[in-house]
């Protein structure tokens, strides 16, 4: 029965289920032995458990304390789902960009209004390596400032579709960058709050790595989340140092280029229109010097 118990929070969600449930208490005595076999239930708790194994109707507390017994502590509450914590960041976002000045705001917050919650989230892919080496250092960076919503991210990205964008030829656009980011849309065409002509998203590049120069037909709002990242508006000009949670818009067409820092770069991301319409790379000299290891500025 204790193989049946994934974690130890989980099997003190599963002894606290309600009594009178066909089943239950078989369900609540194998959740007890599991957590008695992790040494994290005494003996007595257990012997409560165990004589209402078959009396679902019967509550082992009850009996505990008609023995002189100790309840066991509270059960914590149940991870939320992926709808839940999907709808949490993306109201989160929607805060934290109404905070922001500028350009680009007010136009992302105008498309996560006219977006709605998908019937069924779509199904998170396969873990993605970026994801499980850089987005914990990145949330790190991001909770000493924005607690709220690096735990709405933590919470909500296990329930996300990460992937690496590969409109662009790798050759064109570097195995570094190619191999070293992931992007989640939360909303879109095919996101967890569907959205017509916009998205809304997450990207994280790993750190030291060149989003070499690049353009696009989408007017774009970066609300980085990290900092500070190097960035550039034209090939082969100078990198101008931007701290975390100053917010970069990209009119249509405008070249950019992204040299993350020490610290992985993590942005909120938003394409107003045009999504459909692929980035291309923009040629520029300068990319061997600026990704030579320990390359200033």
Known sequence: ??????????????????PGQPGSGRLRYGAAMALHGAGLLDGEVLEAYRICALLDGE????VLRARGGRPPPPAPP????????????VAEADLYLA???????????????AARQAADVPAPGAPHPVVQRWLGPALAALGRDRPGLAAA????????????YDSYPRARIGDAFAE?????????????????DFELGLFLIAPRILYRDHRHRAPELYAPL??????????????????????????????????????????LYAWTRDVSDPA??????????????????
């Open 153 to 164: 991210i933590a919470a909500a990205a296990p329930h996300l579709r990460w992937g690496a």
């Open 78 to 89: 149940a991870p939320p789902s992926a709808a839940l914590a999907t709808a949490a960041l």
């Open 99 to 113: 905070g922001l000045g500028g350009p680009g705001p007010a136009e992302a917050r105008a498309g996560i209004a």
């Open 226 to 267: 990290t900092g500070p990242h190097s960035w550039r508006f034209g090939p082969d000009r100078p990198l101008l140092a931007l701290p975390a949670h100053r917010p970069v818009w990209n009119d249509p067409f405008r070249p950019h280029a992204t040299r993350v820092g020490d610290i992985p770069f993590l942005c």
């Open 59 to 62: 509550d082992p507390l009850a």
């Open 180 to 196: 070293g980011h992931a992007f989640a849309p939360l909303a879109g065409e095919e996101a967890p709050f569907l959205a017509r």
């Open 1 to 18: 029965m204790s193989a049946m118990i994934p974690d130890a929070d989980e099997a003190r969600r599963l002894l606290a289920t309600p």
């Open 280 to 297: 291309e790379v923009v040629e520029a000299a300068d990319w061997a010097r600026l990704e030579a290891p320990g390359a200033a500025p």
